[in-house]
């Protein structure tokens, strides 16, 4: 690749227009760094309502992020808190245990009186939706889409990218966001911890009876965590209120979900409503179901010369717990705060120095989350006896902590360690 006369110069190439790519190039932009944002689809396609069925749960410290950055305006009316979180587990013979653990979002609460939701279920393409809006707003990043990064050149003062459309860029500074199967890691000989979970998450929007009052379930099933997450209500229509709604991840083992997902509607139906219960009255599937193979991918490490990988290209974790884009937002908050600092202090943003501090400041919190959530799916997915008991014992122990419970609660918010800048929900 001979470098172009006309190569476009930005400070930052994100490559990856996901959830994460997105959010890094408007996090970047709104801080003045000019920023190209390259994916292989069409932009509005990623917010069709038939390209990702999933909801996520933003916690309440990703939140103050959006809400800084002008993105929660446009995402509040689409938002639903969770309140309370409970956890149950339920044996192959269906009965649920008599042990579970319950999170009140009240007990986080720095204060009383203070009480702040644990996070918000947002469907995904709304997410989507805002932070494309909020992108074509922003006169410091340029959308470069659909065109592919083909060939990337890491040099000692640059990076060139070629593209499919036959354009050439130039950065001082690479981000892969391409998600967990990105080529941009193992180009530059990064190795990674990565395996398949043998399960697949089937992913629906349920109508239920009783109202969920904000309270999202994770009850562990053999064949995996059944999650069920509190959405806002269904559009009313002719005056009568609109249905009741949460969204569910429901993992099973992939042979089994194949069999689930090949069931006419109500037999599906059927196996659906066993697993969920009666706790809300009558429930049913509604709109299309989805599935996502599960697997863990995490980088050996995150950054190598003039190149950051950020988001599911770092660390892909299972969805047991609902923290694998807040770990990317957390990343994105850190990168971006380092890249500005240099940048003022007229350093090179790209330099190794630059990237390493990011790398440090956040190795600790994604080892943490991807060794929990490994470890949690190995724990509860399963029905062997002892095992069952030892976690139903710390179940109920930990529930019966409120120091303990307060612990985790506020984990689950992100409160915890060094947080950057814009995780405290100011301006970098
Ligand atoms: C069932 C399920 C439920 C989940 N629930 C939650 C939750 O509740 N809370 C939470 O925090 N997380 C959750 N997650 C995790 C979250 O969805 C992911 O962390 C997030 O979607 C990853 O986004 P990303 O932008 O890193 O990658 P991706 O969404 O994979 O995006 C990568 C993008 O890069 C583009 N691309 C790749 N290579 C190139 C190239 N060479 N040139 C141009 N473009 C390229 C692709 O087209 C794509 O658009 C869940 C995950 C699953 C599977």
């Known amino acids: 690749m001979s470098p172009s006369p006309d190569s476009a110069r930005v400070d930052l190439a994100v490559i990856g227009a996901g959830p994460n790519g997105s959010l890094l190039a408007l996090a970047a932009g ?28 933003i916690a309440y410290t990703s939140q103050r992020l959006f ?20 956890i149950s587990d339920t044996g192959h013979d269906g009965r649920t245990s008599p042990f579970f653990l319950h999170f009140d979002h009240r007990e986080a609460a720095e204060a009383e009186g203070d009480a702040v939701p644990m996070g918000w279920i947002v469907e995904n393409r709304f997410l989507r939706a805002a932070l494309l809006r909020r992108l074509r707003t922003c006169p410091a990043v340029e959308l470069v889409a659909p065109d592919e990064a083909l060939d990337t050149r890491r040099g000692d003062d640059k990076v060139e990218i070629a593209l499919k459309s036959g354009r050439q860029l130039a950065a001082r500074l690479v981000a892969s966001a391409e998600g967990r199967f990105g080529t941009l890691r193992e180009e530059a000989g990064i190795g990674a911890r990565a395996w398949s979970y043998g399960q697949v998450a089937i992913v629906l929007v349920a109508h239920h009876e009783r109202p969920h009052r904000g309270v999202a379930q994770e009850k562990f099933l ?20 609109g249905e009741h709604r949460s969204s569910i991840v ?3 083992r992939a042979s089994i979900a194949k069999r689930l997902l090949e ?6 139906n ?58 990317g937002v ?13 940048q003022r202090l007229g350093l090179d943003i790209g330099a190794a120095d630059t ?17 929990a959530t490994d470890l949690l799916n190995r724990l509860f997915s399963n029905d062997i006896a002892p095992l069952r008991l030892a976690r139903d014992v710390g179940l109920a122990a930990v529930n019966r902590v409120p120091s303990l419970r307060r612990f985790f609660a506020r984990h689950a918010m992100g409160l915890g360690g060094d947080l950057p800048r814009l995780i405290r929900g100011e301006r970098p």
């Open 222 to 241: 053999p064949g995996g965590p059944f999650a069920i997450l509190p959405m806002t209500d269904g559009e009313a229509i002719d005056g009568k209120g």
């Open 250 to 252: 429901w993992t099973e």
């Open 355 to 371: 990237l390493e501090r990011f790398a440090r400041w956040r190795r600790a919190d994604n080892f943490t989350m991807v060794a």
């Open 263 to 268: 069931l006419d509607t109500p037999r599906f």
């Open 330 to 342: 957390r990343d994105i908050a850190a990168l971006v705060e380092v890249l500005v600092d240099a």
């Open 30 to 57: 709104e801080a003045g760094l000019r920023t190209a944002l390259i994916d292989r689809l069409p932009l509005a396609t990623l917010t069709d309502p038939g390209f990702d069925g999933r909801t996520t749960a």
């Open 270 to 327: 059927a196996e659906f409503a066993r697993r969920f219960g009666d706790f809300l009255g009558h429930v049913e599937p509604a709109g299309p179901r989805w599935s996502y193979p599960l697997s863990l991918v995490h980088a050996e490490r995150y950054v190598d010369r003039r190149m950051v990988l950020v988001g599911d290209a770092a660390h892909g974790i299972h969805p047991i717990a609902g923290q694998g884009y807040n770990l």
């Open 67 to 86: 809400a800084a950055l002008g993105i929660w305006d446009e995402l509040a009316d689409q938002a639903e808190p969770i309140l309370d979180i409970r």
